[in-house]
C-alpha cells in the first residue's frame, strides 16, 4: 500500500500518534504486571498496535513471568510477526467470549455501519474485569472561529462526546465509572471504560432510551439532573475526570 492510500484509509501516522499519546503518556506501567490478552479492535497496519507489543513483552529466558500477549482484527489482510493478526468484521469477531483482558480501539468506531453492536461484541470478547481504551474524531470543530464539520470520507458516524457516552452505554460499557477527556480545539474524543457487570442485555440496544439508561446507572452522573429535566444530555451537563485525576466541566467546551 502507498503512502497516498495509506493516509486516506488509516489516516496521518503523526495525528494518530498524538491522539495515541494522550492515552499511552498516562497509563500506569502498574498495569503490565498483570498478565495481559490485548486486542486492537481496527489495528490497521499496526503502527499504533506496536505500542503495546513493546510493553511487558514474552522473555522466553523468563516464561513465568507475567507478559502482554497483542492480538488485532482489521478487515484488510496483512501480513505481521509483530502481534496475532486476523483478518475480520469487528461486527461478527471470530474470537470467543471473555478472551481479553484489555481492548483497544483508535479512531475505528467511527468507520462501523453499526457502532454500537461493535461495542456489544467488543464487550463479549472483553472479561468483566478488562478495560477498553477508545477514540474517535470529533465531526464538529472551530476554524476561524466559525463552526464547521470535518468528516472522513471513511466515516459513516458523526461524533461528539455526548453521542460517544450514549453509544458506549447503550452498549453496556460503565461510563459513570469511565474516564473521557475532550480538550478545547482539538478533536480527539477518548475514554477508558470497563463494561458493566450483571447487564441486563435488551432485545434491542437502540430501544434503550435516556431514562432507561439513567436507570441502569449506565451514564456520567452529572447527566441525570439534565435527563430528568429534559429527557436528554448534552456538553453542558458533562462534568468529566481523565486518568491523571483531571476533572473537566465540558461546559465551555466544543
Not at 48 to 55: P, R, Y
Request: aromatic share 14%; hydrophobic share 35%.
Amino acid at each position: 500500500m502507498d503512502d497516498q492510500i495509506r493516509r486516506a484509509y488509516y489516516g496521518d501516522p503523526d495525528s494518530l500518534r498524538d491522539s495515541a499519546n494522550k492515552f499511552f503518556t498516562v497509563v500506569s506501567q502498574d498495569l503490565f504486571t498483570n498478565m495481559l490478552h490485548v486486542c486492537d479492535f481496527g489495528c490497521g497496519d499496526g503502527f499504533n498496535t506496536q505500542w503495546w507489543c513493546d510493553q511487558a513483552p514474552f522473555n522466553k529466558d523468563d516464561i513465568y513471568v507475567n507478559h502482554t500477549k497483542v492480538s488485532g482484527i482489521d478487515l484488510i489482510d496483512s501480513k505481521t510477526d509483530k502481534f496475532d493478526r486476523v483478518a475480520g468484521d469487528i461486527l461478527s469477531m471470530p474470537y470467543k467470549d471473555d478472551e481479553f483482558n484489555l481492548g483497544w480501539c483508535h479512531y475505528t468506531l467511527q468507520q462501523l455501519k453499526d457502532p454500537v453492536l461493535g461495542l456489544i461484541e467488543m464487550r463479549r470478547v472483553m472479561t468483566d474485569y478488562s478495560l477498553l481504551f477508545l477514540s474517535v474524531p470529533q465531526s464538529l470543530d472551530k476554524e476561524y472561529d466559525r463552526l464547521k464539520t470535518k468528516f472522513s470520507q471513511f466515516d459513516r458516524v458523526f461524533y461528539t462526546l455526548p453521542i460517544l457516552i450514549t453509544h458506549l452505554a447503550m452498549a453496556g460499557w460503565d461510563c459513570r465509572g469511565g474516564y473521557f477527556l475532550k480538550e478545547y480545539n482539538n478533536r480527539d474524543i477518548c475514554a477508558v471504560v470497563k463494561p458493566m457487570r450483571d447487564w441486563k442485555e435488551p432485545n434491542d440496544a437502540y430501544e434503550l432510551n435516556m431514562y432507561d439508561l439513567m436507570d441502569r446507572k449506565v451514564l456520567p452522573e452529572s447527566t441525570d439532573d439534565m435527563i430528568k429535566a429534559k429527557g436528554y444530555f448534552d456538553e453542558t451537563a458533562l462534568m468529566l475526570k481523565w486518568m491523571n485525576g483531571m476533572l473537566t466541566d465540558y461546559n465551555t467546551r466544543v
